[in-house]
């Protein structure tokens, strides 16, 4: 079977955290990913990703999903070359790569056009892996 992508382009707006981790949650239940707790993790990593990339990235911003079996691979990448770090929290922030750490595997960052790519490896889903979609059923069930 060959790894499945998904790309959508990501508004720069307040809505953007939230709209990325819906379409996230229903690509990847569509790819059938089915343990809850699983996907509940990937929303934080994408929602904390997009924030991020809207707060301090610029630009265009780009976001990735990639399902190879069971291995899920999500990135964002926005204009700025800045890389992200750790910092102490306070009210306004600084949680958001503690928790990708908590709910990845590993996370890492390369230069993409310019800006940067912050790739994060989530950990095997525990229900459910990656299926190519149907599409001969698919277009036969919408000719009738």
Sequence with gaps: MSALTAHLDVPLHFGAPGAARRAVVAVLGGWGFRDQDWLDGAAVVVSELVTNAVRHGG????????????????SVAD???????????????????????????????HDH??????????PPCPEGEA??????????????
């Design 59 to 74: 630009g265009c911003v780009a976001l990735n999903v990639e399902a190879d079996g069971g291995r899920v691979v999500v």
């Design 79 to 109: 204009g700025s070359s800045v890389v992200p770090r750790r910092r102490d929290p306070d009210e306004v922030g600084g949680r958001g790569l503690v928790l990708i750490e908590a709910l990845a595997e590993n996370w890492t960052v």
């Design 113 to 122: 056009h310019g800006g940067k790519q912050v790739r994060v490896a989530l």
């Design 131 to 144: 299926s190519q979609p149907r599409l001969a059923h698919l277009s036969s069930a919408a000719a009738h």
